[in-house]
């Protein structure tokens, strides 16, 4: 389901503008969870610094990193927006020694280097094509950074007991909500064709990405961290296994070595933390 959010937004942007489709995205998939959290199963509402909180991870998660994000797709394939997600653990490992006063090791810094390098290998022919940019690749690395910021945040919080389902639909609607003022300045009706194509994309990112794909995100994360970030080896795989057919994405001997250098580096983060916890 993650890995299906790149081609979900790029068959989206073919009906709107991207801003667009985030916004009714994020409103969805919020007013859907807050449903179920506070009217359904009844769990308590947020309070005193809790909001706070909750605005500020919203921020990170929701504005800048997804706004950014889709943005950033006009420029890039949907298999090099799929192959971002899986460098978001070495990101976090490396933003955990900027904020938490972690060591930086070794095997983080090898990680980092090789993930980074395996996103321009993949991309590195697609800009003579200008099927990606370079804009719009340090936009999504970007958005991948705030990501990472907002999961670090979201860790050394304390949150007062409120569950993931309450955190997650807040976190998303005020974050769309943030994300407006943005969306209205640089809204152009000509642009917006509210049709199937758009309305297919856009509920398949709210429903099974935005609150699916996360919710069990967060569940594994709860669960066996170690063990959840293993999980996204697989979103280079399934992204371009997704992307190819649905898309076109091109498959070459730049985008074998990149996936490579990608899970490599993954791998060598993933490994030396798995025995570190062993």
């Not at 503008?17 to 199963?41: S, Y």
Request: hydrophobic share 55%; glycine share 8%; aromatic share 14%.
């Amino acid at each position: 389901m993650w890995a299906s959010a790149s081609t979900a937004t790029k068959i989206g942007l073919q009906a709107a503008q991207p801003l667009v489709i985030a916004q009714v995205r994020f409103a969805v998939a919020g007013i859907v969870m807050l449903f179920f959290a506070h009217l359904v199963f009844k769990y308590k509402l947020p309070k005193g610094k809790e909001w706070k909180q909750i605005i500020i991870y919203g921020l990170l998660n929701i504005t800048i990193y997804l706004g950014c994000y889709v943005i950033a797709m006009q420029e890039v394939t949907a298999g090099i927006g799929s192959l971002s997600i899986a460098t978001n653990p070495v990101f976090i490992s490396f933003f955990a020694v900027v904020f938490l006063r972690q060591k930086l090791k070794a095997n983080v810094l090898i990680a980092l280097i090789l993930g980074t390098a395996g996103v321009f290998i993949v991309a590195w022919p697609l800009m003579e094509d200008a099927t990606v940019t370079t804009p719009g690749l340090f936009l999504l690395l970007f958005g991948m950074m705030s990501y990472s910021v907002g999961a670090i945040y979201f860790s050394s919080k304390n949150w007062g007991g409120l569950k993931l389902l309450t955190i997650n639909g807040w976190q998303t609607l005020l974050g769309g909500l943030l994300l407006l003022p943005m969306t209205a300045l640089t809204y152009d009706s000509s642009k917006n064709h509210f049709n199937a194509t758009y309305w297919s994309a856009t509920l398949w990112l709210a429903l099974p990405v935005s609150i699916v794909a996360v919710q069990l995100w967060l569940w594994l994360l709860k669960t066996n961290t170690i063990k959840a970030g293993l999980w996204l080896f697989l979103c280079p795989v399934f992204g371009f296994a997704i992307a190819v057919p649905m898309l076109g994405d091109p498959i070459s001997i730049y985008t074998i070595i990149g996936v490579f250098f990608v899970l490599v580096g993954l791998f060598l983060a993933q490994r030396k933390i798995k025995n570190a916890n062993s």
